[in-house]
């Protein structure tokens, strides 16, 4: 057959293999159902047929991916998704994008990555699991299915031009045509297409009943896998916002951004409650639940994404698929909570803590906060069309409100963090606790002195100016707290490093004294000896630096100047001289560069090179390539607004924001911690076979394999997926020399032009609105870069000029666009409720939290009948408590050790 026959039927193939992957997914699930429910010699032969179709189905999807990636690079403009997402002059990488830069394509791309997961389970599972294995693949099948549906009768990306085939493509959207967008959509779908691996082990577990701990040993590292690429994705797309978008901000809480983050918060909670379970065999229920919601939300974020329900520059274009996303979020919803409620007494067991400040009880509370900021995004990112089926008026809920209201609850997640590091498993005497805590608490109370004594010096004043979002008691409660709590960051930042660099700091010590080790020696065997714990440690010292990184969102500054060439203006420290203006011609696109030097001191520093790409497809949608230079103090981010061909004078915008490399640093190091954590032990056994050794029963041969045999795969697929992190990783620095040259010399004086730096009341009236061009990210006025955003801001500044209060600005705003064009709702009416609701929230899950635990502690500490058990804290002498203590001590470590053993 040669290359015309085979173009001539890719659109008719690519359609049928999608019916065939339909086909093949059912008979694989009916396989999979009667391997589970017939009698064991015939189930054997069903389960084996079952993995032999589970291979094909995904052996028919991965065809179908290239079926459409040939069709991209044979330019086949008869597939109307080729047509629309391609054109002739597109880059190979960027052919490459565009399978997932629209929406068909997008839904092929996660069903392809899900047929690679559940052929990587289904080989996994062939040695391992027997009970399980069944319905494990019978509910990867369901979802395969569930995208097969869409593809088939909603957006099929083999589709066909009723008009035939034109002579060339319409063209990927320019911002999309940017490097990160080649390896951030794939993460963040690697990290969302994982979460569906532990929700069918949650599934098969609830439906066979197997509800031990091995169900939870099985999905621990394909749970940390998923979470490790949900970072990852979330990262790149804030590195993407950030060198495309060109507001000079990384997170704009936008829809999009929101359903991509969400899921992250409730797996992050199940990494730690899973732990508690492993050691106490409690919250069996709590800990099912999360692993199902955390599916259920990349669904939902799906759906979000891609139903047109909320507006957002990243979303796909509206379509009908949305109802499609409803039913099977219904159907998860009935059948999980229908299997935990059939599953309940079996899943039910009282959950004790010995101890208020125990590892147990840190690690509860960070549920509770985890799972509330979870709630709280969700809420405000649906509150638009919340509102509008209340009072049908649309609104918006802009990146004010969320700041406004997250800083808090992050700084607690914080002191969390420090608190579940420094706190023992069950109890631990005072002198303990005392001495763990001591120099966390120098490095906190030293810290935030020295920020509150130093900070202005360095630009990072301890108390900085927040407008409250609403005028009254509680916003400007909040506001004023706020306001103050960037010196308490600094502060649990060194908190929170110096406990984490306390405890290698001890294992490293106790290690050499008991190895007679070198301190490099021991530091390296106790991680490779514990990789799960210290590889967790690792984690959370990149989660304290990028935290560092956001705190630097405080002090940002901003300016922006219309300067003709040899003029000047000044942001800080920096005096920024404008050379000139270029332009260069390529065969998609022209390319029109400002050529800015950098001053410091009167001497030349860098020079820098913001510019504006017009493709030839998408002339009314110009690309801002800005010009970033990034230092550990700070970055300076600037930006070519627009620039007039024949005057040659520039509209520019600079943005000054200290800390930001920290945030990609800290996203390496969480890499690195997460990738040791995943790298298997040097023995690799089985975990439901090791549980039946120690209870002295006979390994099962469907559940164990060789232990070289499957260390070899283990360690080649986590080699391979590590590699993947860390390659992704390496572009985490990319942008600190984005169109950028470093140069030293002397520089003639410069002229100074037109600058307006932004005042307090100008702020004011610019945060509260948004651009409402029809052409932008509708970002707020202060931000946007768009010529209409300018021109408002000009306008806007003479009324202030000429006596006009914010408030009558604002409100003739309003009147001309409509309350969308506000950046938060307004304190009014039913939207009242979404301030009062984040209060409501916080008081009411501190005190079910705070009861929780109380009730957890006093069942550990008393018997059935209510009075003190013989053997509780409040009847045993000091002598005895720390006996007890030093007892657990060892139990823990004992445990340790048979967690550690587990991992494979």
Known sequence: MNSLAINAGVPALGTWTIYAILLSAAVTFALSVLAATEPTRVSDRYLRAARMASLATCALVVFDVLLLAYAFVSHDFRIRYVMRY?????????????????????????????????????????????????????????????????????????????????????????????????????????????????FAFAIGALVSGRLDEAWLYAVRKWALFAWLFLSIGNVLGMLWAYEELGWGGFWAWDPVENAACIPWFTATAFLHSIMIQERRGTLKVWNVSLIITTFLLTIFGTFLTRSGLIASIHSFAQSEIGVYFLYFMALVIVVSVGLIIYRWNALRRPTTIDALLSREAAFVANNWMLLGICTFIVVATTWPKISEWLSRERLTVGAAFYNFWLFIPGLLLMALMGVGTLTPWRKGSPKQIREAF???????????????????????????????????????????????????????????????????????????????????????????????RYGGYIVHIGIVLMFFGFIGSFYKSETEATVAPGQTFALGRYTIRYDGVESRREPSRREVYTRLTVLVNGSEWRRVAPAKFVFNTHPDMPTSEVSIVSTPREDLYTVMASVSPTTRVAHLKAFVTPLVLWIWIGAIILIIGTAIGLWPEASVVADAARDRNKAGKPRDSDDVTSAPVAATAARSSSAAAIV?????????????????????????????????????????????????????????LATCTCDEAAHTRQDMREKLERGESADEIVAAYVRRYGAASLSVPPDEGRNQWIYRGPIAAIVVGAGAGVYLVRKWRARGSRGADGSDHPGSVANQSPATQESNIARTAEYDRRVDEELRDLDD
């Open 438 to 532: 001591k120099w966390p608490s120098v490095a906190l109370v030293t810290a935030t002195v020295a920020h509150v004594a130093f900070g202005n010096s360095v630009g990072m004043p301890a108390v900085v100016a927040v407008d409250p979002i609403y005028p009254s008691t509680v916003g400007r409660s909040v506001a004023w707290l706020n306001g103050h709590l960037p010196a308490v960051g600094i502060g649990l930042i060194a908190f929170n490093l110096v406990a984490l660099v306390q405890e290698f700091v001890q294992g490293t010590r106790a290690r050499a004294r008991s190895k007679d080790e070198a301190a490099i020696t021991a530091f390296v065997q106790i991680v490779a000896k514990n990789r799960r």
């Open 86 to 198: 391609s054109d002739r002059s597109m880059e190979g990488v960027y052919l490459l994008t565009a399978l997932w830069g629209g929406q068909d394509g997008s839904l092929l791309w996660w069903t392809f990555l899900l047929s690679l997961y559940t052929g990587a389970c289904t080989l996994w599972l062939r040695t391992r699991y027997r009970e399980l294995a069944p319905y494990v693949i019978a509910t990867l099948m369901v979802v395969i299915m569930f995208f097969g549906v869409l593809m088939a009768f909603a957006a099929n990306p083999f589709a066909v031009n009723v008009a035939g085939a034109p002579p060339d493509g319409e063209g990927l959207n320019p911002s999309l045509r940017n490097f990160y967008m080649a390896i951030h959509p794939p993460s963040l779908y690697i990290g969302f297409v994982g979460c569906a691996v532990p």
């Open 724 to 780: 993947f992190a860390l390659g992704a990783a390496s572009a985490l620095l990319w942008p600190s020399s984005a169109n950028a040259q470093g140069h030293t010399h002397s520089s003639p004086p410069p002229v100074a032009g037109a600058s307006e730096q932004m005042s307090p009341r100008e702020r004011k009236v610019f945060d509260r609105l948004l651009c409402m061009c029809g052409g932008c990210a509708r970002l707020p």
